[in-house]
């Protein structure tokens, strides 16, 4: 492979041991970092990506630049994460995955709005209050941050669970 592998040749070489972790390709990255490479490479999949398959995946895509040598003599550092809730949303499978989640979101154009995402599929999405939405008249959507969901315990501390301890049976420092 050339010293220098492009985005894409880079997504084609890895996309399959991604996929055999079962896990979807979202991106590759190359950027300088002194005499070295910073590779990030940022996978997902449906429930998210557990620690210990990040691992995996991280030995899977380091063992496969390792034998393609798309750098050449230059060393690199890989990075392998999975999307951040900064995520653009763009794919049927990014709204898939937003499902129950607040969302900004264009739609035909029009100024973006705040709709959650009730489900989706490949052909359209479906966003409370807004009705179903082909995915050709969505602009690309945002999750926004929420600190309390529907159904959550709005006062967090109502009700304790097993082993904690309430603010009652704490002395003033805070300590049992």
């Known amino acids: 492979m050339a010293r220098a592998a492009s985005r894409e040749a880079l997504l084609a070489l890895l996309e399959p ?3 055999g972790s079962g896990c979807d390709l979202e991106d ?3 950027t300088p970092a002194g005499r070295r490479r910073l590779v990030r490479v940022t996978v997902d999949r449906d429930g998210g990506v557990p620690l ?12 496969r630049l390792d034998a393609a040598d798309p750098f050449g003599e230059t060393p690199y550092v890989l990075e392998v994460s999975s999307p951040g809730v900064g995520r653009p949303l763009t794919e049927p499978r990014h709204w898939r995955r937003a499902a129950g989640r607040l969302v ?3 739609v035909d154009g029009a100024a973006p709005q705040v ?6 599929d490949d052909e359209a999405v479906e966003l409370e209050g807004l009705g179903r939405v082909a995915h050709a008249r969505l602009g690309t959507g945002r ?3 929420e600190f309390s969901r529907p159904g959550d ?6 009700e304790l669970d097993e082993g904690e301890l309430d603010d009652d049976e704490l002395d003033e420092d805070g300590e049992a």
């Not at 709709?115 to 989706?120: I, Y």
């Not at 315990?153 to 109502?158: K, S, V, Y």
């Open 104 to 106: 900004e979101v264009a």
């Open 153 to 158: 315990d709005e006062a967090g501390t109502d």
């Open 143 to 145: 999750v926004q941050v």
């Open 28 to 30: 590759v990255e190359v």
């Open 115 to 120: 709709a959650r995402v009730v489900s989706a």
């Open 52 to 63: 210990d398959v990040v691992a995996d995946v991280s030995r899977a895509v380091s063992d």
């Open 17 to 19: 041991v991604v996929a």
